[in-house]
């Protein structure tokens, strides 16, 4: 079930000064960088909230995304920011003939495994994000640019996790 | 001219939203056309034989760096009122490593998961279920390691404050290190690549 090949991607210097365009325009238009795992934090709690309220109101975590109730918890900036990014990435995936339904891994691993390391992976990721305040988007991109000490610090220890990680997970991808 | 345009109030926060979806709608659509939709692209990173997170990443920093660096320079962005998030050495380290670890896993971060998943990718959806997961642990543990998460405080604190550098000098010595790294990623794709 691996995506067939659609366009060649682009030039990854091409892309990379897109990227850093968007990312000027949000300096230069909103005096923020960009983000996404702020966006989940968002819909989880409304979710929460919408299951248990009481729960989701007495978590201290939870409750900073709830606010005080004036507002509701999906209009957050990030959150109309990640749905610009399925619609931005939409729109790319269909000029480039690759949006369609397809699961990515390598040769090796069966489709089930494959997705439990997806569900795991991402449950990590989000602990990880967590604790550093922010993701790839929020804190190296964003702060790698803005010479933020801590986001480059966040940066190093991306790269080095993941090449230490890489080795014992090499079945999953080639 | 002087901006942040949003910082010097020439807009609400009703606008600002839609600035947040159009912001998003370039973002998403680079980053998939990067390749950054594909897990597999996106894990060759750590199997050496294709560096686009490495050569896309430090582009978009390096240029969105020199951008802030000019435009303060000739007086049109105030630097000083663009949001840095504050740092707390500890917790960004070991959050790093985790995420780091994660990627392999997982194949995603939380970004290019969102782009994947909007092009179809069914590893990207249980991934996102990952991420809520996770979200949710770590509100349930956060008031017990709350201490340990806010510990030693340092502010918003840049590179060149901290090592008592000049500002230029540090954009200049990050594109020497970004474009010898170009050079050393290509270099190491091609030597990967020729491996078995």
């Known amino acids: 079930m691996n995506p067939r090949p659609g366009s060649p991607y682009l030039n990854p210097y091409l892309a990379g000064i897109g990227l850093g365009l968007v990312l000027l325009a949000a300096f230069v238009i909103m005096g923020r960088g960009l983000g996404a795992s702020g966006a989940f934090s968002s819909t989880l709690s409304w979710l929460v909230d919408l299951v248990a309220p009481a729960h989701a109101q007495a978590n201290e975590y939870m409750s900073e995304y709830l606010g005080d109730g004036s507002t509701h918890p999906l209009k957050a900036w990030l959150v109309f920011e990640v749905v610009g990014v399925a619609a931005g990435a939409l729109l790319s995936g269909i000029l480039a003939g690759r949006a369609h339904l397809a699961i990515e891994k390598g040769p090796r691993v069966s489709t089930a495994v494959r997705l439990l390391c997806a569900f795991l992976g991402g449950g990590l990721m989000a602990f990880g994000a967590h604790l550093a305040r922010g993701c790839t988007s929020g804190q190296a991109l964003t702060g790698g640019a803005l010479l933020n000490l801590g986001s480059w610090a966040f940066m190093l220890m991306v790269f080095v996790g993941g090449y230490a990680a890489a080795w014992f997970f090499r079945w999953q991808w080639r | ?196």
């Open chain 2, 1 to 196: 001219m002087m901006t942040p345009l949003y910082k010097y109030g020439f807009f609400g926060e009703e606008f600002s939203l839609l600035v947040a979806f159009v912001l998003g709608l370039g973002f998403g659509f680079f980053l998939e056309r990067a390749g950054f939709g594909s897990a597999r692209k996106l894990a060759a990173q750590f199997y050496l034989y294709d560096m686009s997170v490495f050569k896309v990443m430090f582009t978009a920093i390096v240029t969105g760096m020199l951008g802030v660096t000019y435009l303060g320079w000739i007086g049109w962005l105030d630097l000083d009122l663009v949001y840095l998030v504050p740092t707390f050495l500890g917790p960004q380290i070991v959050g790093g490593l985790v995420l780091g670890v994660g990627f392999v896993v997982g194949g995603y971060c939380p970004g290019t998961s969102v782009a994947a998943l909007a092009t179809g990718r069914i590893d990207a959806l249980v991934y996102a279920l990952g991420i809520f997961t996770g979200t949710f642990a770590y509100a349930e543990v956060y008031p017990s390691i709350k201490d340990l998460v806010n510990a030693n405080p340092m502010g918003q604190v840049t590179l060149p404050e901290v090592f008592g550098l000049p500002w230029g000098l540090v954009v200049f010595a990050v594109v020497v290190i970004a474009v010898v790294g170009f050079w050393g990623a290509t270099k190491i794709e091609l030597w990967a690549g020729s491996r078995p």
